[in-house]
């Protein structure tokens, strides 16, 4: 049987956890707003193959949707090579909703490529760069931008090296393993 003297107790110790409960939250939301929303991630693979050889290979219809990961999706098959100003589309899984990755620039050393995931979500600006030595290829995947998701923004911004370095890592080796089969 409890006794009528333990619940005064148990209320204070409640009342003192929720107010430092409070007070972490409101700690962690004052602090987001001084924190950055900007982002910068980049991520790079050495390939055993030229960069013209990988610059042929890295926008082509039947090669692209195989190399790059979209997390719930796919690049939608197409036929050719991209070029400046060609778009795809990005299906996803399990909705209707359709994202876009379009080239800005695309050039035997830099490819620029604006995706914008779904059609509510912000433009991201990609760009890969073809780093020739010889016989191999340093392809450097990087992307920078500024997130918009209110409260949460700071603190997304300084996760996602981890949450889009590991989408760009499993990318790029698919596209070394796919390159230097070729080869």
Same mark, same amino acid.
């Given at each position: ?6 619940? /005064? ?9 929720? $107010?430092?409960?409070? &007070?972490? @939250? &409101? ?8 924190? /950055?929303?900007?982002? $910068? ?5 050495? @390939?055993?193959?030229? $960069? ?12 692209? /949707? ?8 796919? *690049? ?34 830099? @490819?620029?490529?604006?995706? +914008? #995931?779904? #059609?509510? *979500? ?8 073809? +780093? ?19 409260? &949460?923004? #700071? ?7 981890? @949450? ?5 890592? $499993? ?13």
């Amino acid at each position: 049987m409890v006794s009528n003297l333990s619940h /005064p107790a148990a209320l204070y110790t409640l009342r003192k956890i929720t $107010r430092i409960s409070a &007070l972490v @939250i &409101l700690l962690l939301v004052v602090v987001g707003f001084f924190m /950055p929303t900007d982002y $910068r991630v980049e991520r790079s693979v050495v @390939i055993q193959a030229s $960069r013209d050889a990988i610059y042929r290979d890295i926008l082509q219809g039947d090669r692209l /949707p195989s190399w790059m990961f979209i997390q719930g999706g796919k *690049v939608a098959d197409f036929e050719g090579a991209l070029k400046e100003g060609d778009s795809v589309a990005l299906v996803y899984d399990e909705t209707a909703e359709q994202g876009l990755l379009t080239i800005v620039e695309s050039s035997s050393s830099v @490819i620029r490529f604006d995706v +914008r #995931p779904k #059609p509510a *979500v912000d433009l991201v600006r990609n760009q890969i760069e073809l +780093r020739d030595s010889g016989s191999e290829t340093m392809v450097v995947w990087t992307i920078e931008g500024s997130l918009n998701t209110g409260l &949460l923004s #700071p603190y997304l911004a300084m996760f996602a090296n981890d @949450i889009a370095g590991s989408n760009f890592e $499993r990318s790029l080796q698919s596209l070394k393993e796919q390159v230097e089969l070729q080869n």
